[in-house]
């Protein structure tokens, strides 16, 4: 059963930048795609971006290129770097296992992993 | 602001259905995923695709979509079901993922 396991820094000043890593155990990097979502308080979610290694990422277009997620499959892992945080950027942030997967004739996208959430404060 | 709307807040009481609803532009062209979450959780997914439910997901959670609006309907709502739902799906552009604000479910 895949898990993921997140960590990085909690506290942050305004201007710096947040780093978080995410996990994979159970299961490989291949074949998903790996995003990060955030949760500002008593928010909804937000989604951050995605990587995939057969395609180019993507990112939500409100962070303004602010963030950079990377991914070793070597070492079974995903980062999220995401520059110049200000205090809207507080945040549960969670690592996140997208799939495809083919039902009724048809191949359907769901996040089906989640990682326990870390939670950022700028 | 986010491109799939949600009411807040829905009540239900014990044993009876309830439907939450999710609307956008996308939805016309795109399935919404929903995901439930309950306080200090990671939220969990309970439904993707036009009505499939994950292994452990209870059959009393289905799923339907008509036009630009997509619904999680509950029928016969138990105590451990109160928590947010949150609708998922593509954006306007189909190259990025967005949710829904989110409703909070309180079972009465």
């Known amino acids: 059963q895949v898990q993921l396991h997140q960590w990085g820094a909690g506290l942050l000043k305004p201007s710096e930048t947040l780093s978080l890593t995410c996990d994979v155990s159970g299961g490989s990097l291949s074949g998903y795609y790996w995003s990060w979502i955030r949760q500002s308080p008593g928010k909804g979610l937000e989604w951050i971006g995605e990587i995939n290694h057969t395609i180019k990422n993507r990112y939500n277009p409100s962070l303004k290129s602010r963030a950079t997620i990377s991914g070793d499959t070597s070492k079974n892992y995903f980062s999220l770097e995401l520059k110049s945080v200000t205090a809207a950027d507080t945040a549960v942030y969670y690592c996140?296992?997208?799939?495809?997967?083919?039902?009724?004739?048809?191949?359907?996208?769901?996040?089906?992993?989640w990682g326990q959430g870390s939670t950022v404060i700028v | 602001s986010s491109e799939l709307t949600q009411d807040p807040a829905v009540s239900v009481a014990l044993g009876q259905t309830v439907r939450i609803t999710c609307q956008g532009d996308?939805?016309?062209?795109?399935?919404a995923t929903w995901y439930q979450q309950k306080p200090g959780q990671a939220p969990s997914l309970v439904l993707y695709g036009k009505n499939s439910r994950p292994s452990g997901i209870p059959g009393r959670f289905s799923g339907s979509s008509s036009g630009n609006t997509a619904s999680l309907t509950i029928t016969g709502a138990q105590a451990g079901d109160e928590a947010d739902y949150f609708c998922n799906s593509r954006d306007s552009s189909g190259n990025h993922w967005v949710f829904g604000g989110g409703t909070k479910l309180t079972v009465l």
């Open positions: 996140v296992r997208g799939a495809f997967v083919w039902t009724d004739f048809y191949y359907y996208f769901h996040m089906d992993v």
């Open positions: 996308s939805l016309r062209d795109y399935n």
